[in-house]
């Protein structure tokens, strides 16, 4: 591969996320650690602005693109090894970009939580990425990121401690804080629109294996109803990010050569408590989660949203920072010594039938993270 100018280009500086994104690298950076990245996006001025923030001065370049510019996007690419994404919705915005990064051979990185593009994505750029090397890895947010490697973490310990690997594990969501920001707001409706438009693209939402072309598991377990958790010890109901991170996580297995085996089984829930109070909760969450469905479904619920929440949430760009949420996770699993700490949301594991050793046992997980609001 020709030398290229940077390690790293944060495309979509100037938003909500890529303020939050360009104070980390900032600071890891001031911290001595190694990388040669630029900021890059449509507007100079707000790009500018984002750099006098940071008072990163002129040692940090600023790069333009249009999402819309195919040929400026390939120049991009051209110039570095990996582009980090937060232009989003990426329905939207992302086909260029990610298109041009398969080309070049350019590692790519998005928080994307939009599934219809994606698998459209992946049908199309499976063999240019896979011919040039460009390694694409969609959904690296907060939003997927503790479940997808949750589960890599959990099977790890499972291999260790059991010998051999899960057959089927829950994640139960059990406390969260902070709120849509902007993008993430439009990019749901943008997904809404688009089933709108096109009413079988509502399978491919409802499918776990959306994302695994070629491969089809098992039945998966129903995420959408109320439903007391016997391993946890807890109400749960649906959880908002499940029907996409359970297609990454079903992903995941499927590229790594399905190390979990072809029959992996995966649901993620919130968790909702115990007694009668987790069981109102818990049925609350199934009737608000059908009432969501129906009432995206129809334009005019998606039109008053446009008009009066999206410009709201869209202002906490200007906010100077989100309040910090919390995900917090407990999972009776394999490992007895916790990799961290708060009990509060939680993932529920079931070893493998018929594998070896300690298979009829269940142990526990702890684990939180920590983020910023989405
Ligand atoms: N998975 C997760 O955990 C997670 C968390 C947060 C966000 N997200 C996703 O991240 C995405 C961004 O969310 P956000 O709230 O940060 O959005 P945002 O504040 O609206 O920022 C969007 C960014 O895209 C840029 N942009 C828009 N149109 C463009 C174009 N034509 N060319 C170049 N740049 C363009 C904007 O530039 P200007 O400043 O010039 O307008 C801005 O920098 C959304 O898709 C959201 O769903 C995911």
Redesign the pocket.
Known sequence: MRARDFDLVL??????????VAEVLHAWRSGGGALRWAL????PA??AAVRDALSAGEALPLLW?????AAALARLAARTRAIL??????Q???EPLVTACAHAGTDYV?????PLWMARMIRQLQAPAQSSGARIVF???????PFDLGVVFLQHAARERLGAPLAEVHATVRAMKGG?????????LATMEAVARDPALARTLDDPFALTPGFRGPPQPDGDAAAWDELVGCWSGPFV?AP?NTKNVHRSNALRGHPWGRDFRYVERMGTGAGAAGRAGALALARASRWQRRLLAVAPTRALIRRWLLPR??R??TAPRASPAATRSRSPAAAPTAPCCAPACAASATPATGRPAGSSRTARWRCCTR????
């Open positions: 495309f979509g500086a100037s938003g909500f996320t890529g303020r939050l890059a996006g449509r507007d707000r790009l693109a249009d999402a819309r510019d994404s937060t232009v989003g919705p990426y939207l915005h992302g998005d928080l994307c939580g939009e959904s690296c947010g907060f939003d997927s990121i849509f920001s902007g993008g993430t707001a439009a990019s749901l990010m996409i949430w869209a906490g760009r983020s910023t609001a989405r």
